[in-house]
């Protein structure tokens, strides 16, 4: 059910054409070395926040508004978090989610 | 009776001898020299070939140069302050592209007037004849296309395909047999295709064509309706062999068979020889758009060695080395 929801809210973010001033933010998030599926991704920029989720390739691609923001992956392993850019044109981050001293944090690749 | 016949059979011998030895001195200088009178005339064709092709090519490149500083300073002699005829633009553009294609990156240039043309149609200043300057202007740089990817094709690989823009992920493309198909259900974020071309470049000790496979994924960004372009980001694997390419790859080892990764905006004057992405091996590919109907795109992914890129081309001296120290033979035959 919990699988559905996350292909259901990947399908839904990818579909929804972004906004004409926004960016995007794309990649994929890597976890033990392979692709992590279903994974909730979360961009903070300033006071909004937009939601999406990784496919089963680990891919992601998410509307956001220019500027900096923050990532952050919500998988089995708990949260990790990363600043990001988003500009005019559709940036690129892949991550790999690692453990470091103080949990779990996001490694670009 | 036995001696006679002795003697005449001594005699033939000796007689034999004395001729034989002229005889093959005769047949071994012949061959001697009609083998050195050929080579010579060889060497001397070769010579007369390779010197009347240089001056084919001096003569050419004076013509060619001549008449792109006469195209070229007509759009720069707008900038003076003479009055701009769209028609004499596409005009120009149009020799522009069918004489030097192969050579200069016309791009800008196509953008450039498109550009201006847009802003016509858009500014109600228009003349009724600006809107079929604009799809003239396209379809030149469509034919353009399709003489470098028919050029390619001959010794790379060109696979064709559509994009809808107005989906995302893997289903929004639609490509010919080279696409890797999904599992049912299956998400991902963008199509991947296994290309390969038969190559005596890099065959080593043999002259027998090696076939080199390569996964290409391309991801859809984003649709730009104004300037008519998408953007496109594309992953190539280092070659592969061809099980491992007609197949989809769990997303790690995808990941560490990556070669070259980029990210672009590209339209229809995005020319397949000369906007291309470099690859080892003395590899090039390159994603054209063909033409845009409303949300529908066509696309070309092509995949070719370098010597099919653009005269412009120049390989890197690290690659030339490499390139002579696999095969000394192919590559001076180049």
Known sequence: ?????????????????????????????????????????????????????????????VSTPEGRCTLTVAGAFGTASAEVTSASSATRYSFEVVKGASGYELRRQ | MADPEKKGHHRWIEVSQVVAMPLVTLVVGYLLNSSISSSQTRDSNLRLYADMMGRREEADSALRKDMFRSILDTFVAKTTGDKTDPEAEVLNLELLAYNFHESLDLGPLFKHVQRQLTVRTQGGTSA???????????RVAEEVKERQLAAISESGRVERGELDVTKAGAGAWSLGRSLIALKPGEQRGGATLCLSFASTDF?????????????????????????????????????????????????????????????????????????????????????????????SVTIAISYFPASRASLKDKPYYDEVLQDLLRNPSATSAK
Request: glycine share 8%; hydrophobic share 40%.
């Open chain 1, 1 to 61: 059910m919990q699988r559905w929801g996350a292909a259901g809210l990947a399908a839904a973010v990818l579909l929804v054409p972004g906004r004409l001033d926004a960016g995007a933010i794309y990649g994929s998030i890597f976890f033990n070395g392979a692709g992590l599926k279903g994974a909730a991704i979360t961009i903070a920029c300033g006071s909004e926040t937009v939601k999406g989720a990784t496919l089963d390739d680990g891919s992601y691609r």
């Open chain 2, 128 to 138: 009724p004849k600006d809107q079929s300057l604009l799809w003239r202007l396209e």
């Open chain 2, 203 to 295: 065959a080593a000790a043999t002259t027998e064509p090696v076939t080199h496979y390569r996964q290409f994924r391309v991801e859809f960004l984003d649709f730009a309706p104004d300037r008519r372009e998408v953007e496109l980001a594309l992953a190539v694997s280092k070659p592969l062999q061809r099980e491992q390419c007609q197949q989809l790859q769990e997303s790690g080892s995808e990941r560490a068979n990556v070669e070259t990764e980029a990210q672009f905006w590209v339209g229809p004057f995005g020319f397949p020889m000369i906007d291309n992405t470099r690859l080892s091996r003395s590899e090039r590919c390159s994603v054209s758009v063909i033409r845009i109907l409303d949300n």
